[in-house]
């Protein structure tokens, strides 16, 4: 079995974002880690690949310095790792970049792709579905359980307060859920290889059958019209009461906002 994972390399927000005059991103002058939804869908496949036997291949979009996503992917025990970029490629919204994926993704065979199901710097949830319908494969979202029987795969996805349980053929794709499993670590031999292996780069030519039109800041229907860091929140309203007025207090705010 052959196993495709997308993974993206995100801003660890807990530094702060950084944003160009234009208002996207400024990627390359922030601290970074691998999108959490996408190390659950990494960790999906390492465990089929445990249990059933399966290739690994770990596909990013992004910077030359999202090489460090794709070295990790490996420590943690992924067998191959393909970085695309390009300077065409820079500024993709999720149209952009599920263009971009997908005509990647063609140049390999596959029985499977998983995703995240969004990545923690845009939250839209729509890059995995778009990457399958631009290869026309099925695609089950939001898994919270994988399972492979015969040329199927079968998914527990997460509903409400429920889930439903669907069947595919594949290949199919799959967008995993960050609660679906605990990752697990790199080890030292697995860091150790991952630094002597070799990372397949590929640019704009190896996208196969993907319009320039299509790619890129100029290939993006949508547009980021204002961005900025998060609001801070201002110390808000404070009171001294004694505790039988600051119950009655409390109980009228909570009327008033419509909580109760």
């Keep these: 079995m052959k196993i495709v994972v997308c993974v993206k390399q995100v801003p660890d927000t807990k530094g702060g974002v950084k944003f160009k005059p234009d208002g996207t991103l400024d990627r390359g002058a922030m601290l970074t880690i691998m999108n959490p939804d996408d ?139 960050s609660e679906l499993n605990e990752p697990r670590y790199m080890t030292p031999g697995g860091i150790f290889d991952a630094y002597k292996a070799e990372i397949t780069v590929w640019g704009r030519a190896d996208l196969k059958d993907v319009d320039d039109s299509n790619l890129g800041l100029k290939g993006s229907p949508t547009q980021i019209a204002k961005a900025s860091d998060k609001v801070r929140k201002g110390a808000g309203e404070k009171v001294a009461l004694d505790p039988g007025e600051s119950v009655a207090y409390i109980m009228d705010k909570l009327k008033e906002k419509h909580v109760i």
């Excluded at 291949?57 to 695309?84: N, Q």
């Excluded at 778009?130 to 997460?158: C, F, M, T, W």
């Design 39 to 177: 190390k659950a869908g990494l960790e999906a496949a390492l465990r089929l690949k445990d249990q059933y036997g399966a290739e690994v291949t770990v596909v990013t979009m992004g910077l030359p310095k999202a090489e460090e996503v794709l070295r990790e992917a490996l420590a943690m025990g992924a067998d191959k790792g393909i970085l695309v970029t390009d300077r065409v490629l820079g500024g993709a919204d999720t149209w952009a970049t599920s263009q971009t994926l997908a005509g990647a993704i063609r140049n390999l065979d596959y029985d499977l792709i998983i995703t995240g199901r969004q990545a923690i710097d845009g939250d839209t949830a729509q890059v995995g579905p778009q990457i399958s319908e631009h290869l026309d494969i099925p695609v089950i979202s939001y898994a919270q359980n994988i399972k492979i029987e015969g040329d199927s795969v079968i998914v527990e996805r997460q509903f409400d307060d429920r889930y439903h349980v669907l069947k595919a053929k594949m290949p199919c794709l799959i967008t995993a859920l």
